[in-house]
């Protein structure tokens, strides 16, 4: 059976095309927006897929937007819900309903740099390394179990924008290879951490970019 996506994003939405672009064994069956011009939404419309805006400003209520939003995406009976650049803090109500089928994509090494500006903060540090992941969702912000990370060198006349692209490559990278893992059904979780079935040692879930 494909495994139903439903896409939750705030703004350009290059993870998401890179998943729509991956020829992975899944069908997309929905794209929702918290923000009415997300270009998001347009490529969304532009491949036929379902795009649906839910402006956020229109509910100042968190708990009752998600609520609105929560019920939206049920009704598109999704498998997999996918945070792909959807900036919004998700109430622990919404992530209850979706637990275990949420995932989301944060550019840092997480436990490293959770929240915002987190090219800029890995600047001000001088970390040597810097990179994405992607992890489960739990109600701790950007602290969920790790599904596979990428790392990039950090270079000494890196500004915020040129670490942030070649992280963002990465990004198109492990999302999509993260989300063909559990359309496969090889996300086993247990006491917090994620390993890949069929794959004792899990050596493919490091991964590392250039
Ligand atoms: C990405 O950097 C992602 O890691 C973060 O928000 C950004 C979204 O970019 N959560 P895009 O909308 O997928 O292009």
């Not at 049920?74 to 900036?87: C, K, N, Q, S, T």
């Not at 800029?120 to 040597?128: S, T």
Request: glycine share 6%; hydrophobic share 45%; charged share 25%.
């Amino acid at each position: 059976m494909t495994c139903r996506v439903v896409v939750l994003l705030s703004g350009r939405g290059s993870n998401f095309r890179a998943i729509a672009e991956a020829g992975l064994p899944i069908e997309i069956a929905a794209v929702i927006s918290n923000r009415l011009q997300a270009a998001g939404l347009d490529y969304a419309r532009e491949r036929g897929i379902p795009a649906i805006a839910l402006d956020h400003t229109e509910h100042p209520d968190r708990e009752a937007y998600d609520a609105l939003l929560a019920d939206e995406v049920e009704r598109h009976r999704p498998d997999l819900v996918v945070l792909a650049g959807y900036m919004r803090i998700l109430s622990t109500a919404f992530i209850a309903r979706f637990e275990d089928r949420l995932l989301n994509i944060h550019p840092s090494l997480l436990p490293m740099f959770p929240g915002l500006k987190t090219h800029e903060r890995a600047l001000e540090e001088g970390v040597k390394v810097h990179g994405c992941t992607v992890h489960f969702v739990t109600p701790q912000l950007d602290h969920g179990p790790i599904v596979i990370q990428a790392a990039v060198p950090v270079r000494a006349d890196d500004t915020p924008d040129t670490l942030s692209a070649r992280v963002l490559a990465q990004e198109h990278r492990i999302y999509p290879q993260a989300v063909r893992w559990f359309a496969e059904g090889r996300l086993v979780k247990k006491d917090g951490r994620v390993n890949l079935k069929d794959d004792p040692a899990s050596q493919s879930v490091l991964s590392t970019g250039a």
